[in-house]
């Protein structure tokens, strides 16, 4: 590290910074963990989930989204935090249909091991049990909107991995839903191949590759081999993703 | 020492007693659990109505009436009401009916399925309605604990009890936590 470098304090470690790096992408480079879902390296941020929310004096910013600043204080792991994480993650939950047992992402899921990572016993919350449309026109790839929490991770790869543009999240409030852009808007119609990052990026059991579910035995997922708070952690679930449609 | 042991009722309502199976799960470490509680109302007793007990267990969603009486029984009869498992906890896997509304459930399953031979919906009186949607426990009554899991292992079980027996606020170990 040159000497020069700037830095600011996570939680009372220094965290090293070049100007334009945002205190996420600062605090990953340093081997330190902010919670967080709708962040992936190399993809540009766009602060839709709020997990990775820390505090600056009083105000709360997402990670992802605010500038790393010289020698500002950043809090993280506090306990009021922690609630806050734990809340918005229950909202997820109950904001959709999240029923792990029938979900064939289990043991694999980002959003479950966040869940498990923040101590969630319960979904506080009553149920929404949504009634959204599942496509599964595609041959190999299939979409289930009650499982999709909005990361948007899947429209930007598609933007900016391939161009291809498959993805959009369209409809207001508690209608916004993941819609694909094809004349008939069914995946069947799409350029979206397995291969892409947008159809292998999907955090939780929204979007998923066919007739590859449950190949994985109970004790080697993911998340039993792995806690959410690894750095460099996408890159595992990237190759899981990649062997799961190599696989079929 | 006798009436010193905790009072404990289990029941399933729309659950699949794999919760209670795994709830047997704990094998010759029961005996030792029994040596501190003792069964009121439960699948494994006989006896048919609650009375005043310490701990509830429940088990499954509520999908008909029949559920919600007996969950409203076990609130006004138990000091501390755990909901187990993911049914109890979230609607669990039969909460997946909520995507149809029941005249399509029961239309399909009594009238227009496969090799249905006298095509009728039931109706007897003897038999309770079912609600609209599998509902969470959580959304007909005040619920103290959750114990999550499809089911929940054998390990939970035995940390929730032994913290509540050494009078400790139940807490689960991050390892025992799952979903599925
Ligand atoms: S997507 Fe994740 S949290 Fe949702 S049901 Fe599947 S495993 Fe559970
Ligand atoms: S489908 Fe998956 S990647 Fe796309 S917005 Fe929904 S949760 Fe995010
Ligand atoms: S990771 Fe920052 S808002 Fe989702």
Redesign the pocket.
């Known amino acids: 590290m040159p000497t020069d470098q700037q830095s600011f304090t996570l939680d009372n470690c220094k965290i090293p910074f070049s100007p334009g790096q945002t205190i996420m992408d600062a605090a990953l480079a340093a081997k330190t963990y902010i919670p967080h879902l709708c962040h992936f390296p190399g993809i540009s941020p766009q602060g839709n989930c709020k997990l990775c929310t820390v505090k600056i004096g009083t105000r709360q910013v997402a990670a992802c989204t605010t500038l790393a600043e010289p020698d500002i204080v950043v809090e993280s792991e506090i306990q009021e935090l922690t609630d806050a994480r734990r809340a918005l993650t229950q909202m997820l ?1 109950i904001e ?1 249909n ?3 047992p029938s ?1 064939e ?2 043991g694999n ?1 980002s ?2 091991a966040m869940a498990y990572h923040l101590g969630m016993e319960d979904n506080h919350f009553p149920q929404f049990f949504p009634q959204r449309e599942v496509d599964a026109s595609h041959p190999q790839i299939w979409l289930d909107r009650d ?1 999709c929490i909005l990361c948007s991770l899947c429209v930007r790869a598609s933007q900016e991995a391939d161009g291809k543009h498959v993805f959009a999240i369209a409809g207001r409030g508690l209608d916004a839903q993941l819609i694909v852009n094809s004349s008939s808007g069914k995946l069947a119609e799409s350029d979206l191949a397995p291969e892409d990052l947008a159809a292998r990026i999907c955090p ?3 979007i998923l590759i066919k007739e590859v579910g449950y190949q994985t035995p109970i004790g080697q997922r993911i998340f039993d081999q792995h806690k959410i708070d690894e750095i460099g952690l996408e890159q595992v679930i990237l190759a899981h993703n990649t062997t799961a449609t190599r696989d079929e | 020492m006798n009436n010193s042991k905790l009072k404990l009722a289990t029941t399933s309502l729309a659950g699949c007693f794999g919760c209670h199976m795994s709830f047997l799960d704990m094998d010759e470490r029961l005996e030792a659990l029994l040596e501190h509680a003792s069964f009121d109302r439960s699948p494994l007793t006989d006896i048919k109505t609650i009375g005043n007990c310490d701990i509830g267990l429940i088990e499954g969603g509520v999908c008909n009436a029949e559920n919600a009486e007996v969950l409203r029984q076990f609130r006004a009869n138990c000091r501390i009401l755990v909901a187990v498992g993911a049914c109890a906890i979230n609607g669990g896997v039969p909460a997946m009916r909520n995507q149809y509304s029941l005249q399509e459930c029961l239309e399909e399953v009594y009238l227009h399925g496969t090799g249905i031979v006298n095509p009728r919906i039931p109706d007897d009186i003897e038999l309770p309605l079912l609600l609209d949607k599998v509902y969470p426990v959580g959304e007909i009554v005040k619920i103290d604990y959750y114990l999550p899991g499809c089911p929940p292992s054998a390990d939970t079980f035995l940390h929730f009890f032994e913290a509540l027996l050494q009078g400790k606020t139940p807490e689960l170990p991050r390892e025992t936590l799952h ?1 599925d």
């Open positions: 939950f959709g999240h029923i792990c979900c992402k289990t899921c959003l479950q499982r939780v059991g929204a | 979903y």
